[in-house]
């Protein structure tokens, strides 16, 4: 083989190497980006009677905080039981009461 060929080849194995890096660069953004979309759908809209009722547990519940102030997930767990409880709106998970006090 000569040298031409010999370089010709190696371009060749470096396109379909780019090649093969873009797609499986492709295929991991569109599964990171389906991750996030999925991510953001599990957001709740909070009623302003769930947001009432998820301070009024923490504050009743204050002694769990602990002395750094932050609670528990065993706690934002029984937060979301009892606003579920009271079925003011879709149901909300532990990590979203969790958000929800971070942002209140």
Known sequence: MDQQAIETIAI????????????????????ALSLMTTEAGARANWKD???????????????????GGNFKE???????????DLQLGVAK?????????SWV
């Not at 065993?74 to 579920?84: E, L, P, V």
């Open 12 to 31: 060749t194995r470096t396109r379909r190497i780019r090649s093969i890096v873009h797609a499986v660069v492709k295929i991991f953004t569109v599964f």
């Open 93 to 101: 998970t532990t990590k979203q009461c969790h958000s929800k006090w």
């Open 49 to 67: 009677q769930e947001v009432s009722a998820l301070v009024d547990y923490l504050l009743e519940h204050k002694a769990e905080a602990g002395d």
């Open 74 to 84: 065993s706690t934002f767990t029984r937060a979301a039981a009892h606003i579920n």
